[in-house]
């Protein structure tokens, strides 16, 4: 008998092969070297997207990612500058207004009388006009924004989840002592710079974030099950009332 022939398998074939399963087994990148998620670890919110596609993609996305250094800064800047001009200056709203459009229309009015004496080219008006479809969807999404709130609402006050009301009462408790501490423009300027900071800084530091989030949330649970042991499973049951058919 002839002794059986091994199969030879080329060397550029194995390490082919092992390459492959080294980058599926890998954390994926996305176009910028960053991270992306992989399924075997959890996430923020229980995330399984990527960071840019979880914020819904598209130049929003790349604004808050600091994928677009210029705009994200113009933004950030933008803003320093208006808080700094009515907190620190003490600039009212309708004067600053009034005074931006005093200073746009006076350069536009005598660069375009100027223009004729210096033999340069009159300024070119643009048309804006706005889009109607922009427009609509806004207004579709602040409909069902209100129309989620006001179940929630409605949800809440029913009475039939204690847990969820002491939620949200706590939750407003604590957004009420926030609230006093800052006026309504400061507290705007800071959730705007928390908008444009903490997703960038989330994406640069995933893994770490997502470790003391877990351990945070694993700690809020212990804490919640004591409370739910020795106070809220003591507390008599509200009865609901049925309706008439029902009955």
Same mark, same amino acid.
């Given at each position: 008998?002839?002794?059986?022939?091994?199969?030879?398998?080329?060397?550029?074939?194995a390490?082919?092969?092992l390459?492959?399963?080294?980058?599926?087994s890998?954390?994926?990148?996305?176009?910028?070297?960053?991270?992306?998620?992989?399924?075997d670890?959890?996430?923020?919110?229980?995330?399984?997207?990527?960071?840019?596609?979880?914020?819904g993609?598209?130049?929003?996305?790349?604004?808050l990612l600091?994928?677009?250094?210029?705009?994200?800064?113009?933004?950030?800047?933008?803003? @320093?500058?208006?808080w /700094?001009?009515?907190?620190? *200056?003490?600039?009212?709203?309708?004067? !600053?207004?009034?005074?931006?459009? +005093? &200073?746009?229309?006076a350069?536009?009015f005598?660069?375009?009388?100027?223009?004729?004496?210096?033999?340069?080219?009159?300024?070119?008006?643009?048309?804006?006009?706005?889009?109607e479809?922009?427009?609509?969807?806004?207004?579709?999404?602040?409909?069902?924004?209100?129309?989620?709130?006001?179940g929630?609402?409605?949800?809440?006050?029913?009475?039939?989840?204690l847990?969820?009301?002491?939620? @949200?009462?706590?939750? /407003?408790?604590?957004?009420? *002592?926030v609230?006093?501490?800052f006026? !309504?423009?400061?507290?705007?300027? +800071? &959730?705007?710079v928390?908008?444009?900071?903490?997703?960038?800084?989330?994406?640069?530091?995933?893994?770490?974030?997502?470790?003391?989030?877990?351990?945070a949330?694993?700690?809020?649970?212990?804490?919640?099950?004591?409370?739910?042991?020795?106070?809220?499973?003591?507390?008599?049951?509200?009865?609901?009332?049925k309706d008439?058919?029902?009955?």
């Amino acid at each position: 008998m002839s002794d059986p022939v091994e199969e030879i398998v080329p060397e550029s074939s194995a390490k082919g092969s092992l390459a492959q399963h080294d980058y599926s087994s890998s954390p994926s990148t996305d176009g910028d070297g960053l991270r992306r998620p992989t399924n075997d670890k959890s996430h923020l919110f229980g995330r399984q997207k990527p960071v840019h596609a979880a914020l819904g993609g598209g130049k929003p996305a790349d604004i808050l990612l600091w994928r677009n250094k210029q705009i994200s800064a113009g933004m950030l800047t933008a803003a @320093t500058v208006i808080w /700094l001009l009515f907190e620190w *200056i003490g600039y009212h709203l309708l004067t !600053f207004i009034c005074h931006s459009l +005093i &200073l746009t229309l006076a350069i536009l009015f005598f660069w375009s009388n100027i223009s004729h004496f210096v033999n340069k080219t009159p300024m070119e008006f643009p048309e804006i006009v706005l889009p109607e479809k922009l427009w609509t969807q806004v207004a579709l999404l602040l409909r069902d924004r209100f129309n989620w709130a006001f179940g929630v609402f409605w949800e809440v006050a029913s009475g039939k989840d204690l847990k969820k009301f002491l939620y @949200t009462i706590v939750g /407003l408790w604590i957004v009420s *002592i926030v609230g006093s501490w800052f006026d !309504f423009l400061t507290l705007f300027y +800071i &959730l705007f710079v928390m908008l444009l900071t903490v997703p960038w800084f989330y994406e640069k530091h995933e893994d770490q974030v997502d470790t003391y989030a877990q351990k945070a949330k694993k700690e809020l649970k212990r804490q919640y099950s004591h409370l739910d042991e020795k106070v809220l499973q003591k507390l008599p049951k509200v009865p609901f009332v049925k309706d008439s058919k029902q009955q």
